[in-house]
């Protein structure tokens, strides 16, 4: 018995001993630009197994406290800066974090007809859900809402606009819906063609699922119904949505369950006759942008700059509507193909000339920008220290 316990307790001790004081994360920037507040990625394991710890605080090489987030899938979110070429060390040590403010914030609205709505610094973006498709409402698209503060903002918009007399449609100084979508696209939404090439517009989302409630990352998973019955594609859908704090886009990846042949596909923008040349085919980031000067241009409501670009496979295009729906002439598209329950993702999003993007160049920089952080991404290397 005497020696079955010093046997436990050498073990122990040689655990405790193989447990490390601290981890070293080093992260390495190899494209041509500084990295400012991105949202890197590691698994949680590589920390904590070092560790042998739960709980650990973050700090950076000055020693300040960076937030992080753990993930459902088993990963640590944490936002890095790193200059263009170079390196930066972050180190993780056994402690209890600091509370963190959220960053992002989303949630389902049944006060208003079963919003999924969801925002980060930049913006704010809604899918429309049961209540709406009961409503006999005709809004296919993402609708996107303007913020000019980085403040979470959604609740107060609701309450106002619910509660207060207010109206999600007048700027009381962080922003507005000034967002026309009607029976289109919208601000991203994906569709499957029909056998003429002609959009099979998406219904209003059946279930939802939130993933990740932040406080650095928003995740959510909307599942839609077939819509395409009636044209002989008994296809569901599942979308899965993703935004990060700092981000100006979405990432979504798609699935479609229920295809018996490959099909084409299209994400869109709506083009309004309000400005129905300003877009940009963008085929060397394999991208498209829109400059939408809104339903009623005179009135001081700014300028909603949109964009979106694709992993998968795709090819920008305009695609004009057979009839103008409302003042939408057309979309702005990524045409690509999809299989039977594989994704096919791709990024959407928005800026405001009273947010943060004063102009159509500044925002076709931020899609460069992002697709050169797509084509290098941060490396990551994780070193235990004693």
């Not at 950076?60 to 070429?85: C, M, R, Y």
């Not at 001081?300 to 992993?311: A, D, P, R």
């Amino acid at each position: 018995m005497m020696n079955r316990m010093m046997l436990l307790s050498a073990v122990f001790a040689c655990a405790l001993s193989a447990r490390a004081e601290s981890v070293e994360i080093m992260i390495y920037n190899p494209a041509g630009f500084a990295r400012e507040n991105e949202i890197a990625e590691i698994d949680e394991s590589a920390v904590k197994s070092r560790l042998g710890s739960p709980f650990f605080v973050l700090t950076d090489s000055e020693g300040k406290e960076i937030p992080w987030q753990k993930t459902h899938d088993g990963k640590i979110l944490f936002p890095v800066n790193v200059a263009a070429g170079g390196s930066a060390v972050y180190v993780a040590a056994p402690g209890v974090p600091q509370p963190v403010t959220p960053l992002v914030y989303g949630r389902l609205f049944p006060e208003r007809a079963d919003d999924m709505t969801w925002e980060n610094d930049n913006g704010a973006y809604r899918a429309y859900g049961p209540g709406q498709q009961k409503n006999g409402d005709r809004t296919f698209g993402y609708d996107i809402w303007t913020k000019s503060v980085p403040d979470l903002v959604l609740e107060k918009r609701y309450i106002g606009n619910n509660r207060q007399g207010k109206t999600f449609h007048r700027d009381y100084g962080e922003g507005m819906d000034v967002y026309t979508v009607g029976p289109t696209l919208g601000g991203g939404t994906n569709a499957l063609l029909d056998d003429s090439g002609e959009i099979i517009y998406p219904w209003c989302f059946s279930e939802y699922e939130i993933i990740e409630h932040g406080p650095l990352r928003f995740q959510v998973r909307l599942v839609y119904p077939p819509a395409t019955a009636e044209k002989g594609i008994p296809a569901a859908e599942q979308r899965v949505i993703t935004l990060d704090t700092g981000d100006w886009f979405n990432r979504t990846d798609v699935t479609y369950y229920g295809l018996d042949s490959v099909r084409d596909m299209v994400a869109g923008q709506v083009v309004h006759i309000q400005n129905p040349e300003g877009y940009v085919l963008d085929k060397e980031n394999n991208a498209v942008a829109y400059a939408d000067l809104t339903e009623n241009a005179e009135a001081g409501n700014g300028t909603i700059y949109l964009g979106m670009l694709s992993v998968s496979d795709s090819e920008p295009l305009y695609m004009p509507l057979p009839a103008p729906a409302g003042d939408a002439v057309g979309h702005v598209v990524l045409k690509g193909k999809v299989e039977n329950a594989k994704p096919f993702t791709y990024y959407w999003g928005a800026g405001w000339s009273k947010g943060g993007v004063p102009s159509m160049d500044a925002w076709r920089d931020k899609i460069e920008r992002k697709r050169m952080c797509l084509d290098n991404p941060l490396r990551i290397k994780v070193i235990s220290r004693k």
